[in-house]
């Protein structure tokens, strides 16, 4: 159990069924009336944001998430199949819980899944990955120093903004976090 007296950044707990990270908090003394803490929660199922206030006396599960390093296999149309490379063992996800990883993801690649009691709810693509430009208009020469940008679509299907030098066939390594163009390989 946790208190919300002993709230931290980064802190996990379960409340109505639900499990929240602590992003921010702070503990309030009022001149008038009891302390509170206020504090701003992720539900790290949805993502969605709030503040609360509490009173420093509440207790609350703490929840522990796991992290496990997977590799993605395949997918066959409606499930997208992930394998532990410890155990061998196969987990299916279905597409809302992998969605922003697939941008970056291929077969064979290792991804961060994420879980509570066991459920996968969370799937994170490496921070850097190397993909290839499968579409993209022509580069032409002398186009390099005017710092001009074109779309392109990766191998996966993402689309990035590249430079104009970037052409269909080349390697580019992209920060998943940001979605953005970091080199050619």
Request: charged share 30%.
């Amino acid at each position: 159990m946790v208190s919300a007296g002993d709230f931290r950044k980064g802190i996990t707990f379960e409340m109505d069924d639900d499990v929240y990270v602590i992003i921010d908090f702070q503990h309030v003394k009022p001149g008038k009336g009891a302390a509170f803490v206020r504090a701003k929660i992720k539900n790290v199922k949805t993502g969605s944001v709030v503040e609360r206030t509490f009173n420093p006396s509440e207790k609350f599960p703490k929840a522990h998430i796991e992290t496990k390093e997977m590799q993605y296999l395949y997918n066959d149309g409606n499930l997208y199949y992930f394998m532990d490379q410890e155990t061998f063992e196969q987990i299916p996800l279905n597409y809302d819980q992998v969605e922003e990883a697939m941008k970056y993801l291929k077969e064979n690649n290792n991804a961060t899944i994420k879980f509570i009691k066991g459920q996968a709810f969370s799937v994170e693509a490496p921070f850097f990955v190397e993909l290839e430009v499968t579409e993209t208009d022509p580069g032409f020469k002398g186009d390099t120093a005017t710092g001009a940008n074109k779309p392109a679509i990766v191998e996966t299907g993402a689309q990035i903004t590249v430079p104009l030098f970037v052409e269909i066939g080349d390697v580019i390594r992209i920060d998943t976090r940001t979605g953005e163009y970091m080199e050619r390989v």
